[in-house]
Structures are given as C-alpha cells and as structure tokens.
C-alpha cells in the first residue's frame, strides 16, 4: 500500500494536479486512477461543465484535449498540461478563417507529441449533408496559437473550387505536423447528391503540411486496387511516415443507407485500406463480405487507426433492421496476419462475456506499442442497477487485460457505475468512456458515478 500510494503522489506532482487518488485491489487491474475534473465543476474560461466530455487525445507528456458542454454556452474544446487548462474554442465565439463556432464538435480531437492537435467544428448556422459548414481548425503545441485550415466556403480545394465542410468523423496530426481530414468538396466522381444545392458533393482525404499547403490524398475518382473507382473516403489516420489508412467506398458497389438520405449524411458502406507515402501505392486492409478472424464475414467496416509499426486497428459491426450499428467488434492487422482483439460473446477480464465494443473511433485507441484500448458493454449487471455493465479494457502482448468497470471501488471517489456521461445512462447501453492511450499506457477516459456524478478520469500503469 505504501509503495502504491507513493506512485499515485508521484503521478499528480507531475501532472501538477490537485485532486483524489482513486485506488483499485491489485486482483482487478494494473493502474492507478486520477480524478482530472468533474461535471457541474468549473471550466476554464468561465461556467462549468455538463452532460459529458468528448474525446480529445494525450500524448506522452500527459498533455490532453478534450471537448465539452459548457452550462449556458454550448460546446468548447479545452487543453490540460501540468495541471493546468485552458479553453480553445467555444460556440459563439469569432471562428479563425471567418464565421462563427456554432453546434460544437464533428468527430474525434487529435494531437502530436509537440502538443500540435487538430479538430473539426461546425460553424452557423448548421448546415446538412452533415459536415457541411464545419471547418478543420489546428492548435499550436508551441504558442496555443489557434488557426484555420479549412473555412468552409472560403478555403480553395485541390482539384477547383472551395471545400464546403469536413467530416467523416476522424482526423488525425502526425509528428511531422502533417494534418489529415475529410474534406467535403464539389466533385463529379463521388456520391451524387439528388437536387441543389447538394448536386456534385463529395468526400475525400486531404493533407495538410505545417505550413498549410493541402493535397489530395485520395479523393472521388481515384483508382482502387483491384479495379474500379472511389466516390466516397473519409477517416484518415496517418503515421510518422505519411502512410494513411482510410475507409472507401467503390463505385458501383453496392450502397445501403438504411433510409438516410444522402443530402443528410453522404455514406456508403466501405472497405478500409492504406495508402504507402513511399510508393502511392493503396492496399486493401479489410473488404465488406470478407472473412472475419474468429468465424463470420466483415458487414460494416470503420474507424482504422494506424501506427508506425504499420499495425491497423478497426472496428466492424452488424446493422440491425432500423440501421443502427450494434454487435461492435475490434480488430488489429499487422500487415501479416488479422486478429481478433475482441468480438462479441467474448469472456471479458473481470467477468461477463461482451455484448459490443463501442461504435465510435471515440471510443477506442491504438498506440505505438501495438497496445489496444477500448469500451465495452458486457452482459453482466454487477451493480445492480437495472443496466447492463460497462467497462474499459487493454489488449497488450495478445491478452486483455481490465482497466475498470461498472462496481469498481475508486478510493475517495466513489464507485464505477457505467463507461459513459450520466445521459447516456439508459437503454441500450453503449459505452463512450473515451479510451485514449499513449505509449506510456496512460489511458484518458470518463465515467459516471453510482452518485450519479460524470468524471475525468486518467489511469497509470503501476510500476
């Protein structure tokens, strides 16, 4: 016990943090927990935060971002380094680039080891196909200097005319400052829209160098291996290298949207693959109908999440009747060989067999090590609340290991009720801890109390 609580006094002097060590029985996890903020606690900038806190990344040096809702304000996204945090962007505020922050945040906030970071924010008045009028702004690691990448309507596209949005719910920075993101841009290669002023609209993957010049990456009209074209790619991630890793879609393949229609949200099922900055070069990762390891076929691919090892991190899924993702799995591909990190139906650490990982490239990481961390609901209900438990997981070295999870005892903080913000608490449960990692196995992640009470919470490995 003492050497555990001299870890845990050593964690927050570095973190610069006040606040209430939270402790977990060696039987049921590897890590000590720190409480970093609190709903209904003050955010920087004025007002205090609600309804839950939105993912956001950290880096080595514990330096995170994080979006949240602010009492009154609407939505704002924040950084945290050496216990300090400071507001970057909130709505109604003057947008870098022209307009004004407006609904908050598209998608996932993504960061460097410099502290460089990147998100997506819709401006107003909100606009569809979603997307649509949301800019691609960049954060200074060096100055905390905000500024635009893309303003929507303004910003020139490669390939003629303006970008009008970004989305596709994923971006990510490099160490190299390289920017990668969705762009939404006039095209008569992608997904056409039905009437104006939606007619000619697609979506493809653009980076953006440190000093601002954009390129196509792979965007509507690009060959795709093994023939045929792309209309539709979105979700890049990009290494130290320059390889990407996207979702795609085929034209001609088929395209079901369970009734969404494409003026509100530009889709189509797809496959995911990787792009070599060596060779220019796109290999296929994972294809709709394939096999899956484990027994079945891939029905609904996204969120890749590549490293400089070249391992691929992803999700699949089912689609339920009405269109609703569900029965979320996670997979790793090394480039040799495609496993299973954990499907539904699995034994989960800890007890209880899972039910779905969750469905978001918000709700799982991968980090340099080859280390994959992830939410899950399970088909236990530990705490007897009426719900079905939650918890967050790491697989390392081919084995799962638990993190926490709903009726863990946090020390002085209270007891884990769910992996999620206290309004998701309700039928059906999906889990949106956040579940960011780094390469020190640092995780970055949320949870509601049995109080009922949403927290910050940031884990450490024990030595």
């Not at 040096?61 to 950084?79: S, Y």
């Amino acid at each position: 016990m003492k050497k555990e609580l001299t870890h845990s006094a050593t964690l927050l002097l570095l973190l610069g943090l006040s606040g209430t060590v939270a402790t977990i029985t060696e039987a049921q996890t590897r890590y000590t927990i720190v409480q970093l903020a609190e709903l209904s606690g003050p955010a920087p900038g004025g007002g205090t935060f609600v309804d839950g806190f939105k993912f956001g990344d950290i880096n080595n040096r514990r330096e995170m971002m994080f979006g949240a809702a602010v009492q009154g304000a609407g939505e704002g996204v924040f950084t945290m380094k050496k216990g300090r945090s400071a507001q970057i962007a909130l709505s109604g505020q003057a947008a870098p680039g022209g307009g004004a922050f407006g609904a908050g945040l598209h998608g996932n906030i993504a960061s460097n080891e410099n502290g460089d970071a990147a998100f997506i924010f819709y401006l107003d008045p909100f606009s569809f196909p979603i997307g649509a009028n949301a800019g691609v702004y960049r954060v200074s690691g060096a100055t905390g200097a905000l500024t635009p990448v893309v303003a929507p309507g303004v910003t020139p596209a490669p390939g003629g005319g303006v970008f009008r949005g970004a989305g596709g719910f994923g971006l990510s920075v490099n160490n190299r400052g390289d920017l990668a993101f969705a762009g939404i841009v006039p095209t008569e290669a992608g997904i056409h829209l039905p009437e104006e002023p939606y007619l000619g609209l697609g979506m493809g993957i653009f980076l953006a160098d440190k000093d601002g010049a954009i390129a196509g990456l792979v965007v509507p009209g690009d060959p795709a291996p093994g023939g045929g074209t792309f209309d539709f790619v979105r979700e890049p991630w990009l290494n130290d290298a320059g390889d990407v890793a996207f979702a795609a879609h085929v034209a001609g393949d088929p395209c079901p949207t369970s009734g969404t229609p494409q003026e509100i949200f530009i889709f189509c099922p797809e496959n995911l693959y990787v792009r070599s900055a060596a060779t220019g070069a796109i290999r296929l990762v994972a294809r709709l109908g394939g096999p899956a390891p484990g027994g079945g076929i891939y029905e609904n691919l996204f969120a890749p999440i590549l490293n400089n090892r070249g391992d691929i991190a992803f999700m699949q899924s089912a689609v339920s009747p009405e269109g609703y993702v569900v029965d979320v799995g996670v997979f790793l591909s090394s480039g040799v060989e495609t496993i299973a990190v954990a499907r539904p139906g699995d034994w989960m650490p800890g007890g209880g067999r899972m039910v779905t990982a969750g469905p978001f490239i918000l709700t799982y990481d991968l980090n340099e090590r080859g280390e994959v961390s992830f939410d899950a609901t399970i088909d236990t209900d530990d705490n007897a609340d009426g719900l079905q438990d939650t918890g967050l997981y790491v697989w390392s070295n081919r084995s799962l290991h638990l993190v926490a999870r709903s009726g863990t005892v946090l020390s002085g903080v209270g007891t884990l009720a769910h992996l999620m913000p206290p309004s998701w608490a309700s039928p059906p449960i999906i889990p949106f801890s956040g579940a960011k990692n780094n390469e020190r196995g640092d995780l970055f992640f949320q949870a509601t109390l049995t109080d009922g009470r949403g927290v910050l919470l940031l884990a450490s490995p024990r030595p």
